[in-house]
Protein backbone atom coordinates (compact mmCIF):
# COMPACT_ATOMS: atom_id res chain seq x y z
CA UNK A 1 0.00 0.00 0.00
CA UNK A 2 1.97 2.86 -0.86
CA UNK A 3 1.52 6.79 0.42
CA UNK A 4 -1.44 8.17 -1.86
CA UNK A 5 -0.11 11.52 -3.22
CA UNK A 6 -2.64 13.87 -1.69
CA UNK A 7 -0.39 13.06 1.30
CA UNK A 8 2.47 14.90 0.13
CA UNK A 9 1.18 18.44 0.88
CA UNK A 10 3.36 19.02 4.17
CA UNK A 11 4.64 21.53 2.38
CA UNK A 12 1.23 23.17 1.85
CA UNK A 13 -0.46 22.83 5.46
CA UNK A 14 0.48 24.96 7.84
CA UNK A 15 2.29 23.05 10.64
CA UNK A 16 0.93 24.06 13.92
CA UNK A 17 1.22 21.65 16.66
CA UNK A 18 -1.91 19.90 15.98
CA UNK A 19 -1.51 19.16 12.44
CA UNK A 20 1.60 17.74 13.07
CA UNK A 21 0.21 15.64 15.97
CA UNK A 22 -2.55 14.33 13.91
CA UNK A 23 -0.01 13.55 10.63
CA UNK A 24 2.73 12.21 12.87
CA UNK A 25 -0.08 9.94 14.68
CA UNK A 26 -1.53 9.18 11.56
CA UNK A 27 1.82 7.71 10.02
CA UNK A 28 2.49 5.81 13.25
CA UNK A 29 -0.58 4.35 13.06
CA UNK A 30 -0.09 3.51 9.01
CA UNK A 31 3.80 2.44 10.09
CA UNK A 32 2.43 -0.51 12.16
CA UNK A 33 -0.13 -1.58 10.09
CA UNK A 34 2.42 -1.86 7.73
CA UNK A 35 5.51 -2.40 8.62
CA UNK A 36 6.82 -3.36 5.55
CA UNK A 37 5.71 0.27 3.39
CA UNK A 38 8.92 2.59 3.20
CA UNK A 39 6.72 5.29 1.80
CA UNK A 40 4.87 5.63 4.89
CA UNK A 41 8.45 5.90 6.64
CA UNK A 42 9.68 8.50 3.71
CA UNK A 43 6.34 10.42 4.87
CA UNK A 44 7.03 10.70 8.29
CA UNK A 45 10.52 11.53 7.96
CA UNK A 46 9.64 14.46 5.60
CA UNK A 47 6.86 15.67 7.94
CA UNK A 48 9.45 15.77 10.25
CA UNK A 49 11.68 17.65 8.34
CA UNK A 50 8.55 20.14 7.44
CA UNK A 51 7.88 20.47 10.91
CA UNK A 52 11.32 21.50 11.60
CA UNK A 53 11.33 24.12 8.80
CA UNK A 54 8.26 25.24 9.95
CA UNK A 55 9.37 25.38 13.59
CA UNK A 56 12.87 27.11 12.64
CA UNK A 57 11.09 29.94 10.52
CA UNK A 58 8.63 30.36 13.45
CA UNK A 59 11.34 31.30 15.56
CA UNK A 60 13.42 33.48 13.26
CA UNK A 61 10.37 35.67 12.73
CA UNK A 62 10.13 36.00 16.19
CA UNK A 63 13.25 36.80 16.73
CA UNK A 64 13.28 39.39 14.21
CA UNK A 65 9.81 40.95 15.41
CA UNK A 66 11.28 40.91 19.11
CA UNK A 67 14.26 42.77 17.86
CA UNK A 68 12.14 45.68 15.79
CA UNK A 69 10.12 45.97 19.24
CA UNK A 70 12.95 46.50 21.46
CA UNK A 71 14.66 48.92 18.38
CA UNK A 72 11.10 50.78 18.74
CA UNK A 73 11.23 51.02 22.56
CA UNK A 74 14.76 52.12 22.66
CA UNK A 75 14.04 54.73 20.61
CA UNK A 76 10.75 55.93 22.37
CA UNK A 77 12.75 55.64 25.64
CA UNK A 78 15.47 57.85 24.06
CA UNK A 79 12.34 60.56 22.59
CA UNK A 80 10.71 60.58 26.09
CA UNK A 81 14.11 61.41 27.66
CA UNK A 82 14.74 64.31 25.48
CA UNK A 83 11.69 65.38 26.11
CA UNK A 84 12.10 65.28 29.88
CA UNK A 85 15.66 66.94 29.65
CA UNK A 86 13.89 69.84 27.44
CA UNK A 87 11.25 70.00 30.11
CA UNK A 88 14.17 69.92 33.39
CA UNK A 89 16.29 72.65 31.29
CA UNK A 90 12.89 74.98 30.39
CA UNK A 91 12.08 75.27 33.84
Known sequence: MAV???FFIFKEID?????FIDCR???E???ESHPDNNEFIKAYIKLFEKKTEYDIAIDT???????VSEESKTERLKSE????????VNN
Open 4 to 6: PDW
Open 15 to 19: MHDEN
Open 25 to 27: EFL
Open 29 to 31: RMI
Open 61 to 67: NNLELDK
Open 81 to 88: NEVEKSHI
